[in-house]
């Protein structure tokens, strides 16, 4: 039987998982490790079949550890890699997000939040994985994490987030909630020519010359591959640009550790995507992901329509945080509102980044999003 297309190009109606998986294919991934938990597992169910139609690999693994060593270890084979997983999964997977830091392994994790803490509600959505993406892994190290509103997202960041995993050599993260990915609405897939894709920068010297983790001038080290006939050390270990550990070297932890944060750090401007709708003369803003960002697009209406000066930003990124937008908003805003499906994560990060600006937190758990007239409300009470 003949190879099927990697491509479906064209309009189709599907929902977020199904999006976020020919995403996936659409950025080049060629290698799906995952094991299935609510509400993540049509991604694997759909890859399971898509990915040997087209000459891919996908293992369904034994438990989430082992999804995600498995794209550890398929990344540095010279794969594109990917899992996708759900809180109790995203917690499994942790010691090992902290090695693909260590070793600057580029992978994409896409973590379907649901309602925790422990099993929780898996089949409802939530926001409480916020601040485990970016401190989940113990130490220091910085993180790139996307969050789309809807299905269409859920396809084009799947591909931003291979592109930026293969950029920075950083683990990567899709951080969705349960609604946005069951959620059916159309969405277009471009021809191949039209999707941006990004792949690693390889070595140019010789294998005699090369040096694993010597940082080209953006602090970023080419990425040769294993079988690639460059022969080098990978290791979880504080290590040297050779790759060789050297644990007692306080000089050698300090320039790596460094470095891996700085990649990042020093890049925010290229990385950090939001969405401004009415912020130039707001005197009110809310800001919010995910799900929550559509029903307060829809509050910004509503309060505009009733004279009030309201504004919305969309974080897309939540990883690096986009705290130079909001110190922006914080010269002529007079409140900010966040509203999170949890009690209180990313609108630390607001409070922090805003200052002087008042902070209104209006947190809501359960199966049930907050309505655009719950954040319209709260737009009205503080205007």
């Given at each position: 039987m003949a190879k099927k297309e990697a491509l479906l190009t064209g309009t189709h109606f599907m929902n977020g998982d199904i999006a976020c998986a020919e995403g996936a294919i659409a950025a080049g991934c060629s290698f799906f490790a995952g094991y299935p938990i609510t509400p993540a597992t049509e991604i694997a169910e759909h890859l399971s079949e898509r990915m040997p139609e087209i000459g891919r690999i996908y293992i369904q693994m034994e438990d989430e550890i082992a999804s995600i060593a498995a794209v550890i270890g398929a990344s540095y084979a010279g794969l594109k890699a990917m899992t996708a997983t759900s809180g109790p999964g995203f917690s499994l997977m942790q010691e090992n997000i902290g090695l693909a830091v260590m070793t600057e392994t580029p992978c994409v994790i896409v973590d379907i939040m649901r309602g925790g803490p422990s099993t929780g509600q898996p089949t409802m959505p939530g926001q409480q994985d916020v601040m485990q993406a970016r401190w989940g892994s113990h130490?220091?190290?910085?993180?790139?994490?996307?969050?789309?509103?809807?299905?269409?997202?859920?396809?084009?960041?799947?591909?931003?987030?291979?592109?930026?995993?293969?950029?920075?050599?950083?683990?990567?993260?899709?951080?969705?909630?349960?609604?946005?990915?069951?959620?059916?609405?159309?969405?277009?897939?471009?021809?191949?020519?039209?999707?941006?894709?990004?792949?690693?920068?390889?070595?140019?010297?010789?294998?005699?010359?090369?040096?694993?983790?010597?940082?080209?001038?953006?602090?970023?080290?080419?990425?040769?591959?294993?079988?690639?006939?460059?022969?080098?050390?990978?290791?979880?270990?504080?290590?040297?640009?050779?790759?060789?550990?050297?644990?007692?070297?306080?000089?050698?932890?300090?320039?790596?550790?460094?470095?891996?944060?700085?990649?990042?750090?020093?890049?925010?401007?290229?990385?950090?995507?939001?969405?401004?709708?009415?912020?130039?003369?707001?005197?009110?803003?809310?800001?919010?992901?995910?799900?929550?960002?559509?029903a307060a697009l829809s509050a910004v209406k509503k309060a505009r329509e009733k004279g009030i000066k309201a504004g919305l930003l969309r974080t897309i990124t939540l990883w690096p945080f986009p705290q130079n937008q909001i110190a922006k908003i914080e010269e002529h805003a007079k409140k900010i509102i966040v509203p999170e499906m949890n009690c209180g994560q990313m609108v630390r990060e607001v409070e922090r980044a805003a200052k002087s600006t008042l902070v209104v937190f209006l947190s809501k758990l359960g199966e049930e999003p907050h309505t655009p007239m719950e954040i319209f409300e709260a737009i009205r009470r503080n205007c």
């Open positions: 130490g220091d190290y910085e993180i790139i994490a996307l969050a789309p509103s809807s299905v269409q997202e859920m396809f084009d960041l799947t591909v931003e987030a291979f592109n930026l995993a293969e950029t920075y050599r950083v683990p990567t993260l899709l951080l969705a909630d349960e609604i946005v990915a069951h959620m059916w609405e159309k969405v277009v897939i471009p021809s191949a020519e039209k999707i941006r894709i990004v792949n690693r920068k390889k070595p140019n010297v010789s294998p005699e010359k090369y040096m694993p983790f010597m940082p080209d001038y953006d602090l970023v080290p080419p990425m040769a591959c294993f079988g690639e006939g460059y022969r080098f050390h990978a290791t979880g270990l504080t290590h040297d640009e050779y790759g060789y550990p050297k644990t007692s070297s306080s000089e050698v932890q300090e320039r790596l550790v460094k470095r891996l944060c700085d990649k990042i750090r020093r890049n925010t401007d290229k990385i950090i995507r939001v969405e401004e709708i009415m912020l130039d003369d707001a005197d009110i803003v809310v800001i919010a992901y995910g799900i929550v960002a559509r």
